[in-house]
């Protein structure tokens, strides 16, 4: 008598656990198809990117004949999502009404680049690791890097330029944002030494030692060789050495 109790038991547990599965996919095959025909997409913003045109993001997203539905555009991308567009990270895609989305692009953080003699440009961030390939050139004002060669450059690598010259690197350009003083180019020499590279100037700095002093006094002599043509070095400078030296072009002299 037991056994057969504990047999009617199992087997009305399992009846009620296929009933509830059939009812939760009556209930998917219900909103599938109210969503289907209540929620066309029929508005598509883009955010984040002026890199590519919102028509070609869209169509990148968007590309399968289901992609018309607001609710499949947004699972889908949910559940697959695409991250592999040059100099896009990643995209989300928000639901903002029921015939609307909006797609955010996340672009890949970028702090330089490095032009190869490939006619192609390695792009880096902040951290020194090789953010992207491309032939493209992108003009948003990146620093470009001289003296740097990638032989065999790949994307997630580290500039081949020592840990200890990837955060001299990394600290001055910031501390350059920060002064609003960026430079077209900045460039090493065979030891690792930097100039930075502007329009009529250019700035020595030598190694990292007194960065902060180094910047802090090109700052006060700025204006006073503003169109002038040569080299400002402090690549000597020091708290017991504050000699600083402007060398103007040989040829401007002439």
């Not at 009812?23 to 997409?41: E, K, Q, R």
């Not at 609307?100 to 951290?127: A, H, M």
């Amino acid at each position: 008598m037991k056994m057969s109790r504990r047999r009617k038991r199992r087997k009305s547990h399992i009846l009620a656990i296929i009933e509830i599965i059939f009812s939760l996919i009556l209930l998917l095959v219900i909103l599938g198809i109210l969503a289907y025909f209540l929620c066309p997409l029929t508005d598509v913003s883009v955010e984040g990117t002026d890199l590519y045109t919102s028509d070609q993001v869209s169509e990148y997203i968007l590309d399968d004949k289901y992609s018309t539905n607001t609710i499949y555009a947004f699972l889908k991308n949910k559940l697959f999502p695409k991250g592999d567009a040059e100099f896009i990270e990643s995209f989300d895609v928000k639901i903002t009404g029921m015939h609307s989305i909006t797609i955010v692009c996340n672009e890949k953080p970028i702090l330089g680049y490095i032009s190869q003699e490939d006619g192609k440009y390695i792009y880096f961030n902040y951290d020194g690791s090789i953010t992207e390939i491309s032939e493209s050139y992108i003009d948003r004002g990146y620093m470009q890097v001289e003296g740097v060669t990638c032989e065999e450059p790949e994307v997630g690598m580290t500039l081949p330029i020592g840990d200890d010259q990837i955060g001299y690197l990394t600290s001055l350009i910031k501390i350059l944002q920060k002064n609003d003083i960026m430079p077209n180019v900045v460039s090493y020499d065979e030891n690792s030494h930097i100039t930075l590279k502007y329009d009529t100037y250019n700035i020595s700095l030598g190694s990292s030692v007194y960065l902060e002093e180094k910047i802090d006094r090109a700052l006060k002599i700025l204006p006073q060789i503003e169109g002038l043509q040569g080299t400002l070095h402090l690549e000597n400078y020091s708290t017991q050495n504050t000699d600083i030296v402007f060398e103007k072009d040989t040829e401007v002299v002439e």
